[in-house]
């Protein structure tokens, strides 16, 4: 069977005739069921690429391929069925009540003129109850917090019933608990099939997550591998140009853990 | 957290069904009220009567009351019902799909282009049915036009649309002006400002046979297409990362309501402010789900057009240019709703 995301020499600019892609010749190959992790300083193209992959930027030059099928070939409704993308943080204008958000995950599966069925009720209600939010499905989306929106994304993109998911920044904005209620559900879903790519800021949630990690950085994905592999003190120093103590902890099964210090060489102890 | 019960907007949405027949039992109220009064008054019994005469021959009706009531009332009632509740759904597809609640089916540019229309056939024509074609035809003209000017620019972004259509509004208004300029004061230019200030005064079947199917068409569209509306609103990235295939269903919702908007120009002139304000009191009514809001406010815009409509005619002597009234209720109204209405969207 294909693989669910191969992407080829993938390169992008945002305007036409700028000297300066974004990233230039990105390759990567995802596996079935398995959580890949994009990092890299801001204004790599994290978000650029993965706004590719979901089929929402279409002037790159390369291939994606979605299940063996050139992304660029399939209709947009087409590729919902397969990949359910969750955006970056914004409130909508209108106060929806969460159900309805949700909902509207069924779209692709639904033709222009229709409007969601009973049945479409009950595949959100029970993403809804995978990511743990049932309770608030009155609510208006508008008066819940910032995680609870970010999980209503994802109930909505469970709701198209994808099999590829892929996730931007899902966890900036929010404090721990909710990181950490995030990350548990990216995983739980892992579990259950889906692939998963998510872009965030935070070296030490590949380290969570497990999975495979990229490194975005000049125009390309230079480290790629295990967290433990990746995730170094020098690789970190390199990227994001600050000193950080990788170490692993006791507890949490004995993992790494990533922590940036305030310190640098040339300042000296502070 | 404490779940808020019983706001206003969910009393609507949960007795949905009631509140439509008090909706719809509303509507019959008004209508039959507007074909009773009038410079010649007719009791309710006969208004009923005369409508079911059309199948059922009632010899005791008087001749003047069928004909007041079938030939003058009747296509007048219905052109104010259609242009009502057409324009309310019109502005709150539009609402939805620019995501901002301060938009009205003007935004395009369709009424500035259908009242320059008119007043080029009244300015060369004494004929109603050119000026109606004319009229009808710049107004779509005119959006078809802020639809190129934002495409020269390749973003097909939301927000090129509204200024390009900002850009048509105030070039085709300034044509208008020259037109009045040009005028024959005495003659030319009272029909023409008029006839820009919306009136149904003139409304006969005839032209109902062209408008009607019209208004029903651009109707019939944005009803079955109120559920995407919902997805539209969320945003264009978030529409099409959920399957929206964006550029033609924004291109149906933009081509049905300026339809509406362009045919009601065409036979009543400018009404302004319906298609502004009764979509929010519809959200007041059955919260921000396009599935439930377009048809409350087709048929709160029907009746409140309605009701405004019979106050222009009966009021004074001579008729009052109903764009006047619905500009002096829906400024005000709009004023409370803005306050008073705070959670309708964000």
């Not at chain 1, 929402?56 to 390369?62: I, M, P, V």
């Not at chain 1, 000049?218 to 433990?228: A, N, Q, V």
């Not at chain 2, 507007?34 to 199948?55: C, N």
């Amino acid at each position: 069977m294909a693989k669910p995301l191969e992407i080829q020499q993938l390169s992008f600019c945002y305007r036409q005739g700028e000297h300066a892609d974004v990233f230039t010749d990105v390759s990567l190959t995802i596996g079935q069921g398995e959580i890949f992790t994009l990092i890299g300083p801001n204004g790599t193209g994290k978000s650029t690429l993965i706004r590719c992959i979901g089929g929402l930027l279409l002037a790159y030059s390369g291939k994606i391929l979605i299940e063996g099928d050139d992304i660029s070939t399939m209709d947009s409704a087409r590729t919902a069925r397969i990949i359910g993308y969750v955006p970056q943080t914004h409130l909508p204008t209108f106060p929806f009540p969460v159900r309805e958000v949700v909902v509207m995950g069924r779209t692709p599966h639904l033709g222009t003129f229709s409007s969601p069925n009973e049945e479409d009720m009950r595949v959100a209600e029970e993403a809804m109850k995978t990511v743990g939010i049932s309770h608030l499905e009155e609510r208006p989306c508008t008066e819940i917090s910032g995680g609870e929106w970010q999980l209503v994304l994802i109930a909505r993109a469970m709701t198209q019933e994808p099999r590829i998911l892929l996730l931007d920044e899902p966890t900036s904005h929010l404090d721990l608990g909710n990181q950490m209620k995030i990350l548990h559900t990216i995983k739980r879903l892992s579990k259950k099939g889906l692939t998963i790519l998510l872009a965030t800021h935070f070296p030490d949630h590949a380290f969570l997550i497990s999975g495979r990690v990229g490194v975005m950085k000049d125009g390309g994905i230079p480290l790629l591998g295990s967290p433990e592999e990746v995730i170094t003190e020098a690789t970190m120093k390199s990227v994001y140009g600050v000193n950080v103590k990788i170490s692993t902890i006791t507890g949490d099964g004995g993992r790494r853990i990533c922590v940036p210090l305030l310190s640098r060489e040339e300042d000296g102890p502070l | 957290m404490v779940q808020q019960p019983d706001s206003k907007t969910q009393w609507g949405k949960e007795h949905y069904s009631i509140l439509r027949a008090f909706l719809i039992i509303l509507l019959a109220i008004t209508t039959v009220v507007s074909l009773m009064v009038g410079r010649f008054e007719v009791s309710p019994g006969d208004v009923v009567s005369a409508i079911l005469s059309a199948v059922y021959p009632f010899p005791d009706l008087s001749p003047t009351i069928r004909s007041v009531i079938w030939d003058v009332r009747l296509p007048r009632v219905i052109a104010v019902i259609l242009v009502g509740a057409g324009l309310s759904i019109a502005g709150a597809a539009f609402q939805g799909l620019f995501r901002n609640p301060l938009v009205s089916p003007d935004i395009l540019g369709v009424s500035a282009g259908a009242g320059f229309g008119a007043a080029i056939a009244l300015l060369i024509t004494e004929n109603i049915f050119v000026t109606q074609i004319m009229a009808f035809i710049t107004g779509l003209f005119s959006v078809g036009l802020a639809y190129a000017i934002s495409r020269v620019y390749r973003i097909t972004s939301t927000l090129t649309l509204v200024l390009a259509g900002i850009v048509v509004g105030a070039l085709f208004q300034a044509l208008t002006s020259l037109v009045k300029y040009v005028a024959d004061p005495f003659n030319k230019l009272p029909a023409i400002v008029f006839w820009l200030m919306g009136s149904f005064n003139h409304i006969s079947t005839s032209d109902l046979v062209v408008a009607a199917p019209l208004l029903l068409g651009g109707m019939g569209v944005l009803y079955i297409i109120r559920w995407r509306i919902n997805v539209i609103s969320m945003g264009e990235e978030d529409a099409r990362a959920l399957g929206v295939n964006l550029e033609r269903e924004k291109t149906i919702i933009i081509t049905a309501a300026t339809v509406i908007s362009a045919a009601s120009v065409s036979i009543c002139g400018i009404v302004g402010w319906i298609g502004l304000v009764i979509p929010h009191v519809g959200r007041i009514l059955v919260g921000p789900d396009h599935k439930l809001l377009i048809p409350a406010a087709a048929l709160v815009g029907a009746s409140y057009l309605l009701v405004v409509d019979t106050v222009a005619r009966t009021i004074t002597v001579t008729e009052i240019p109903i764009g006047i009234i619905t500009a002096l209720v829906g400024a005000p109204v709009f004023a409370y709703l803005l306050r008073k209405n705070q959670t309708g969207w964000n």
